[in-house]
């Protein structure tokens, strides 16, 4: 027999079609799939422990593979994109119910829901992490929180600054130092009154 010289990825494929709600359904549970793919044809694979969703090659989706009937799984992070034109769902949407975010974030939250549009408010800033990362958000509103100045404007600032580098300080060459420091003559300022072109 010839030897294997590749692993084996051993899981069940099969083509499916994500609904207009961002889910795939597999074994009669239903699964999350990015907003931006609502209604393409996907290929679904089941491994034993995990459930992914792929396109083109890549996985674009991935859960821990469910053995229960009739649940539904969703990760917030998939409907990102339909909080930007929907931010009062973050409120009552079921991909947001229980979304455990990270501490610094929950805090804002927070904060931020018990203000008029401060869901839309929030959502400026969950849109930020798509460009800037996570770490740098969680900073950026750990520094608003310790100046207790928690609004999304002075957090993005906060984001942006994080993200622009330190310029150094220029040292200014010994050449270039003056010998003799100016003295403050206002009546140089005076004299100027006695030019012709002056007047």
């Known amino acids: 027999l010839r030897v294997i010289t590749a692993l084996f ?5 099969q083509p499916c079609r994500v609904s207009s709600t961002c889910l795939v359904a597999y074994d009669r549970n ?3 799939v990015p907003a931006e793919f ?4 996907v290929s679904l694979r089941a491994w ?7 396109v083109d090659g890549r996985v674009v989706a991935e859960h821990a593979r469910c053995f229960s009937r009739e649940r539904l799984l969703l ?25 455990a975010l990270p501490a610094p974030l929950a805090a804002v939250k927070a904060r931020l829901m018990q203000t008029p549009q401060g869901d839309r408010a929030f959502v400026e800033i969950l849109l ?8 740098r958000v ?3 509103c750990e520094l608003a929180l310790e100046h207790r100045t928690v609004t999304a404007p002075v957090i993005l600032n906060h984001v942006h600054r994080l993200a622009s580098p330190v310029r150094p300080v220029s040292q200014v060459p010994t050449t270039l130092t003056l010998q003799t420091a100016p003295a403050a003559n206002c009546q140089r300022y005076d004299a100027l009154l006695e030019v012709p072109h002056a007047r």
């Open 38 to 41: 609502a209604g393409q044809r």
């Open 128 to 135: 930020a992490l798509q460009e800037h990362g996570m770490e």
């Open 138 to 140: 969680s900073v950026a």
């Open 48 to 54: 034993a422990d995990r459930i992914g969703v792929v």
């Open 30 to 32: 239903r699964y999350s």
């Open 75 to 99: 990760d917030p992070w998939h409907y990102l994109s339909v909080l930007e034109k929907k931010p009062g769902a973050l409120r009552h949407g079921a991909p947001f119910q229980h979304w």
């Open 9 to 13: 990825d051993g899981y069940f494929e």
